[in-house]
């Protein structure tokens, strides 16, 4: 992966004129290579990692496994992307093995994810059955461990 | 007891008459100070690989915690001899040719030890790590300093060897990467000192504990030049390219005289490294291409960034090529390294080493270790701007 991407994959917000530094470039080549990646949509957006966990928040999410019916003309992928629509899906996958889409869905509530579930999504045309797992506890999301790390042991000076 | 003497008179001299490291005294300093960015650790800020330490568990839960064979596990020495044909270019034997220590700092004082007589010299290159002059002191040599220069980026050369080489120099002690100064010497730099080695028939100690962190060109090591590896004791550890500073493990790799003898002083002094440690580097050895690579890439970026940002300070600074340290001259400024790392401490509590710690010949200059995460190493490089910026003023 081209290095500028790695860098902003683990800090969007590193400025500019650090990440021209780093990479030997200028910065105005930083910003013209940013737009491009943002223009050619493999870029697709910003986000703050958070740890919710902490927040209190009315929410919960659910894991769901779902088996479906590839269909003629378009395979998984019509019936992926019409899940995917809808805003409780949070991230859909396709995948190898027992079943063929992976769904991370929140709501606020269990009742309320159980109800997208048997009136929203187990409905749909081409859904086989799904299975829904909540979470409990985050660990470790997008490569950031949630909890404290360890402080900096190293002795102040060595040689 | 004999009240005219004093315990200090009755230390051994060649102890007694050492000065104590100049990072210790630093380190004094530093630690009662809260709130410093310290750019004077000399080891990574990466955590060891997790593989490593979740092995190393696994291992003690298995029972690896018994004395080992003097030389190390076998198994060990067998991928370390895989290894270091592929990283370092020269073949040794597994049974007879490589010697598992407790750090390459003990593998440097057991190879001190095993060539020289009182008496004999030992060339070394300054600035360098600051323990080469005292161990061939402990082992009753003699050292002789070789001052490289910025000019030349910190290289030696043959012609520097060739004015101070003499009937007894014995050993010629190689440390690239370099710390401190980021230098690394290129297969033709190498083979100009090999030419030179064969002529005055020398052995070489080569501390090759950088090889890994060279970030424009891979490292060459002098063990893999035509009729060097039979004269060559080479050094090497897990410390730097792994992260594993704590773990202490290091190993020699020499024809199999010369690590019998090292063996002899290995066992009769430390007995084995930890059989833990040893277990660690196993598993460090099973995939050091993925491990390595990350934070190769990583302090590659770092080395840009500081370099680039000493450059905008105004503050000459050779390219650092290899390790994890930037070598700035700060002489424009009329104070000494010492006085300006102390001020550059009290006034804006960035801690980096001054020159002087890695022999006469750094000063004028300031060690920065960028082993440290780019928030705290932005954070260092504002300060020190502010600071250049409050001594350019005072000397209007």
Known sequence: MDELLKILASNALESRETIARMLNLSVEEVQARIAEYERAGIIRGYQAILNEDQLDLDKVTAVIEVKVTPQREGGFDRIAERISRFPEVRSAYLMSGAYDLLLFVEGRNLREVAAFVSEKLAPLEGVLSTATHFMLKTYKRLGVLMHPETPDERLAVSP | MNASLSLRDRLARQVRDIPRSGIRDFFDIVSTMRDVISLSIGEPDFDTPWHVREYTVFALERGATHYTSNLGYLELRRALSRYVARQFGAEYNPETEILVTVGVSEALDLALRALLNPGDEVLY???????????????????????????????????????????RTKVLLLNFPNNPTGAVMSRQDLEEIAAFVREHDLLVITDDIYAELTYDQPHTSIVSLPGMRDRTILLHGFSKAWAMTGFRLGYACAPAELTEAMMKIHQYTMLCASSLSQKAALEALSRPEQDVAEMVEEYRRRRNFIASALADLGLPCTRPLGAFYAFPNISRFGLSSKDFALRLL????????PGTAFGECGEGFLRCAYATSMDKLKEAMERLARFVQRLERERR
């Open chain 2, 346 to 353: 009290r006034e804006e509590n960035v801690a980096a080493v």
């Open chain 2, 125 to 167: 290159h300054e600035p360098c790590y600051v323990s080469y002059r005292a161990l061939v002191l402990f082992a009753h040599g003699v050292p002789v300093a070789v001052e490289t220069r910025a000019e030349d980026g910190f290289r030696l050369t043959r012609a520097m060897l060739e004015a101070r080489v003499t009937p």
